[in-house]
């Protein structure tokens, strides 16, 4: 079976998405990345899917699946890369990826990782 | 065709190598890292292969082409996350991808080419 690589970024971990996936695929990622975050210590997941040029609603519910695991794991997930055509898709389809953080690119992705990090280290002051 | 995408993360591109490459999509790599190092004006390219369960010949060449090319457009490039597998069968195949520089993963990559940068600063100081 195809696993998608997670790539370790300092206290991030990154995931790019390249193919279209299966449900395997999906679950496979699912189980890696709870893992991942576990053992590493993470607190940010960055999900590009900037090849993806259609985000049905089984990628949208795998996106707020692992933005939900990574939550209660104190991660933020975040999901960089979306193609403006796929946003329309995603208003027009009325999936509205409830819950999951996106942002334009990688480099805007992990500044925004920096800050949740930030803010949750004024917490435990 | 399928292309296989390029992050750009501060001052360096990242590419991550999933599944086993057509020509097509090797030379198509060569092209749009080519253009996005000039682009961008990167000087920096990591190539992550963890995914990767077979290097021949053909992914040899063209990782020491894309080094190459990075090297031409002052780009140091950097290929991580190699299989120990993978480095036991190029060693046993004579296969020794001259002027390719590695680093064990993508945190040690970053490094190395941030040591490059900071060298590469001296000289034109």
């Not at 997670?6 to 279209?20: A, F, H, K, P, Y």
């Not at 940010?44 to 993806?52: M, Q, T």
């Given at each position: 079976?195809?696993?998608?690589?997670?790539?370790?970024?300092?206290?991030?971990?990154?995931?790019?998405?390249?193919?279209?996936?299966?449900?395997?695929?999906?679950?496979?990622?699912?189980?890696?990345?709870?893992?991942?975050?576990?053992?590493?210590?993470?607190?940010?997941?960055?999900?590009?899917?900037?090849?993806?040029?259609?985000?049905d609603?089984?990628?949208?519910?795998?996106?707020?699946a692992?933005s939900?695991?990574?939550?209660?794991?104190?991660?933020?997930?975040?999901?960089?890369?979306m193609?403006?055509a796929?946003?329309?898709?995603?208003?027009?389809?009325?999936?509205?990826?409830?819950?999951?953080?996106?942002?334009?690119?990688?480099?805007?992705?992990?500044?925004?990782?920096?800050?949740?990090?930030?803010?949750?280290d004024?917490?435990?002051?």
């Amino acid at each position: 079976m195809y696993r998608i690589p997670i790539l370790r970024m300092g206290r991030s971990l990154l995931v790019t998405i390249q193919v279209d996936m299966e449900d395997q695929t999906a679950m496979a990622l699912q189980d890696d990345l709870a893992e991942q975050i576990a053992k590493t210590g993470a607190n940010g997941v960055l999900i590009d899917i900037s090849a993806l040029e259609i985000v049905d609603s089984f990628v949208g519910r795998m996106l707020a699946a692992i933005s939900g695991i990574g939550r209660i794991l104190d991660a933020t997930t975040v999901v960089v890369g979306m193609q403006p055509a796929v946003a329309i898709t995603l208003v027009e389809l009325g999936l509205s990826l409830d819950g999951v953080k996106t942002a334009l690119n990688v480099s805007r992705g992990m500044a925004l990782l920096e800050a949740a990090a930030a803010d949750g280290d004024d917490l435990v002051e």
